[in-house]
């Protein structure tokens, strides 16, 4: 089975520009979160999606940042405009339903945005 | 959901055990301790969880005190493919989202 896939792998763009990450979740998961990884800090929460809905966005840093899961099935983070701040290693992760969840999130390896 | 304390880094070499203990004193009731590993350039992948007492599976060992204000992470006869970060975290419930810590480097030499 495939697990959380996410892309681009490593975006370079330059300061003012759009950049959409995708992230594709393990089929049946209606759990979704967003995170990131600015070097040389912690791994932070930006925002929990249940199906399509978002359930806690309390992590995004502000409007220039879009989620949307679509469908419920795979979830775009668009980065508009993009500023030198904004460089990172983005994590997707995803889990089973409430219910039969474990507790376990699946990371994809993540997308590494490059702000210039 | 409470703070984790952890070392920030160790040491170890091949064939040694390594327990990592990581400290959460205001862990509510309805918390379990997760531990999560990553390795550079790769997302977190899950180790183990538990609530209290021990659990183990085919890769590591959880300890639980009854107390439940810290935990400790053993990982038996490490290899230098053990050499990753290991975040230790509470989460609500089993589940929900993650609070990352700066976590523990573990290095572990030939």
């Known amino acids: 089975e495939a697990g959380v896939t996410q892309f681009p792998s490593h975006s370079v763009i330059e300061k003012g520009q759009t950049v959409t990450l995708r992230c594709d979740p393990i089929?049946?998961?209606?759990?979704l979160y967003w995170y990131r990884r600015v070097m040389g800090k912690e791994i932070k929460f930006l925002l929990h999606f249940v199906k399509e809905s978002k359930q806690d966005e309390s992590g995004m840093p502000n409007n220039r940042f879009l989620a949307e899961r679509t469908g419920g099935t795979y979830s775009t983070l668009k980065v508009q405009p993009a500023e030198l701040e904004d460089s990172a290693m983005y994590f997707c992760?995803?889990?089973?339903?409430?219910?039969?969840?474990?507790?376990?999130?699946?990371f994809g390896e993540g997308s590494r945005l490059t702000v210039l | 959901l409470a703070k984790t304390t952890q070392p920030i880094s160790m040491d170890s070499y091949e064939g040694q055990e390594v327990n990592i203990t990581c400290s959460h004193n205001?862990?509510?009731?309805?918390?379990?301790i997760t531990w999560y590993q990553q390795f550079p350039s790769q997302g977190p992948r899950f180790i183990i969880q538990g609530y209290k007492t021990k659990v183990t599976n085919e890769v590591a060992s959880l300890f639980i005190p009854a107390d439940r204000k810290s935990s400790t992470l053993s990982l038996p006869r490490v290899s230098l493919s053990d050499t990753a970060v290991y975040y230790c975290?509470?989460?609500?419930?089993?589940?929900?989202?993650?609070?990352f810590g700066q976590g523990t480097e573990l290095s572990v030499k030939p």
């Open positions: 992760a995803s889990s089973l339903p409430a219910g039969i969840n474990t507790g376990e999130l699946f």
């Open positions: 205001n862990i509510a009731t309805n918390d379990y």
């Open positions: 975290l509470v989460t609500r419930n089993q589940g929900g989202k993650l609070i």
């Open positions: 089929s049946g998961h209606d759990n």
